[in-house]
């Protein structure tokens, strides 16, 4: 039976999030930590899938039923719906086996559920060839997430699709490839699972109660996100440090900074790093630390020493692959 293997980067945010999501930019690089999805066309009218990595060794759904049900187990909701909105889409149907395997834990907010939505809508425009493009790809991948959660700037999304690192302006009316490279930074995972919808609700709830403040933190987030554009290309490490320690001080003003990635980000500007942040949603997930040759092994003893998990990864990785 014909099948169709892709893979897709997971990513980590740098500059702008919560902002994002009120269409201003952010700057979001890709990790060279990856998202295989196998797709294989098969007789029996039936979505099988086998992702073991989040519980499911063997998740069955009628490909009549496609999205019928309210209680889709959270690791297959988005390759279900993806599924389901690629074969209305595209007017084409099939019995599915996918297969999905990730390099890195869905726990990390390393964005797995983005990363499977684009590789299972990538691997079945192979499957029923159909030369989409990034465009498209975004589009329907796009619509697959807000479907499923409502909230989302689609940054994600990008970095799946075009990997490297990226100026990604909210919702994707701008998309342009930075000179990145692998930046020299140490993630720092704190154990805990963070909920983005729940912390971008968060923010909803502040900037119903005191719009004009909030308004305010966003444009400072903003500039500060500009401004890293040019000094990130610069590599600038001591400037860029000092603007990811502003945006951290902002984020925590939203609210979604925690005890536990501050202890984090403390440890590592203590240890030398240039300047350090969270990175994604807060509340839990991972925190980042600029660094250069002298100070990264300091930096990574000191997150680990105050509870942390550090990662070990590249950024500006490549995009969605064959
Ligand atoms: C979450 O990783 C980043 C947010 O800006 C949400 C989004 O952009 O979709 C909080």
Redesign the pocket.
């Known amino acids: 039976m014909k099948s169709a293997e892709v893979s897709t980067p997971g990513k980590l945010?740098l500059f702008?999030?919560?902002?994002?999501?009120y269409g201003r930019p952010?700057i979001v690089t890709a990790v060279d930590q990856r998202m295989n999805v196998i797709a294989e066309i098969r007789e029996r009218n039936i979505l099988q899938l086998i992702a073991p990595d989040v519980g499911l060794p063997n998740y069955l759904q009628d490909i009549d039923d496609l999205g019928k049900n309210p209680n889709i187990p959270k690791g297959a909701r988005f390759v279900e719906i993806a599924v389901k909105n690629f074969f209305e889409k595209y007017a084409v149907k099939s019995g599915l086996k996918i297969e999905t395997r990730s390099d890195f834990s869905s726990e990390f907010?390393f964005?797995s559920s983005s990363a499977v939505t684009v590789g299972v809508i990538k691997a079945l425009s192979e499957l029923f060839d159909l030369k989409l493009t990034e465009q498209k790809l975004f589009d329907l991948s796009y619509k697959t997430v807000l479907d499923i959660q409502g909230?989302?700037?689609?940054?994600?999304l990008a970095a799946a699709i075009w990997g490297e690192t990226l100026w990604f302006v909210?919702g994707g009316k701008t998309i342009i490839p930075l000179d990145g490279g692998n930046l020299p930074i140490v993630v720092g995972y704190t154990g805990i699972k963070a909920d983005?919808p729940t912390?971008?609700r968060k923010?909803e709830e502040e900037n119903r109660k005191y719009p004009k403040t909030i308004e305010k933190i966003f444009e400072a987030i903003t500039l500060i996100t500009e401004e890293a554009k040019d000094i990130l290309e610069r590599r600038d490490w001591v400037k860029l440090g000092d603007l990811m320690n502003l945006n951290q001080g902002l984020l925590d003003s939203l609210g979604?900074n925690t005890k536990v990635l501050s202890s984090l980000i403390y440890a590592a500007r203590e240890a030398g790093a240039f300047g350090a942040k969270l990175?994604?949603?807060?509340g839990g997930?991972c925190m980042i630390a600029l660094v250069d040759n002298q100070t990264r092994e300091a930096v990574e003893r000191a997150i680990d020493k105050a509870g942390g998990k550090v990662l070990r990864i590249k950024t500006g990785a490549e995009g969605v692959r064959k």
């Open positions: 945010m702008g999030e919560h902002a994002v999501v952010c907010g964005g909230v989302g700037s689609g940054f994600d909210g983005t912390l971008v923010v979604v990175s994604g949603a807060g997930d």
